[in-house]
């Protein structure tokens, strides 16, 4: 039997030479090319029929089985369920949202998702299938620097619609996880020296996989307005950046370029240079074995050339930091180990996302004088801080 849908024949259409009939079709009436059967149906016969031809007569419980499937095919299609999911751990200022955004979007999802002072709160409307998956893809597929510790399902009422949005931050209490700092990431670094990029050289290049959080959040949720960038209005390059869901600066909430975001100055006696002069005027400075501010995120590093005895002397001295070894800059991990051994974990520390401060043993013989004559004897750690936070601590 075809796949069609079933009807009563009322009578016969006058007028069409028996070709066509009256059919009820679950108590409407409607016109059917009834032509195409080998015998002309009577009033009371049951047709299947198929794109306005009735293409086959059969009784009234073949009728009933085709009803019936077609029944089960209007409420698989129409059936749409609508799920809320709470989620709960490092969820902010970690790509979170664009994830969920595109994700729901990819599954043909409706609905919204936002920042609550708890975390993320999902709701998704569709095809139920859709739902579970978007659900299991929340956790196994979410951003590489997100932790979902928790995650609540919610069955609420459908409410129809067909769009996806990011939706404003809503307030109220909660506790949620604020993203630390997260190095530039491989991408960012490409722009960086890429002399056609627009952010090539911007020393505050990020991206939603990089760049300040923690330390740039005034509150919660997190949002620009609830960062110290709230102050630094975006372009329209770098708006556009941030509302295309296939950007990956997408809901970043950071973004900036040199049109629109902070930039870099040099003050000291006698001296004021800003954007690449300052630059090249520190360069100048460390070189010369003095020692330089720098105003990083969390506060500022005193740098100095490490290699520059004297430099680290009156480091030191101005310090008061007589025997503490001070965290040491290298530019790539070569460069490092030329001074430090390590082990794999701590290979993985130093070029993973974090890049935080790595305690590491200083060979026995050679290398240990490469870096200044410090740390002292009595201590056989020097430290190394990687990644984008210029200084020494
Ligand atoms: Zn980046
Ligand atoms: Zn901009």
New binding site residues.
Partial sequence: MCLGIPGRVVALADGYAGQVALVDVEGAQRQVNVGMLEAQPAPGDWVLIHMGFAVEAIDEAAARTALSGLQLMGSGRAARVRRRYDVFGLVQGVGFRPFVYVTASELGLAGSVCNTPSGVVVEVEGDPDAVDVFGRRLVDDAPPLAEVEGLHETDLPTRGGTGFSIEDSSGGAGRTLASPDVAVCEDCLAELADPLDRRYRHPFISCTNCGPRFTIITSLPYDRAATTMAGFE??A??RAEYDDPGDRRFHAQP???????PTLALDGPGIHDTGDAAVRRTRELLADGQVVAVKGLGGYHLACDARNEDAVAELRRRKQRGAKPFAVMARDLAVAEGLVSMTEAERGLLTGPRKPVVLLPRPELSGAHSVGTDPPPDNSEGGRRGGRRAGVT
């Fill in positions: 975006m372009c390059a770098c973004v900036a370029c040199p049109d629109c975001g």
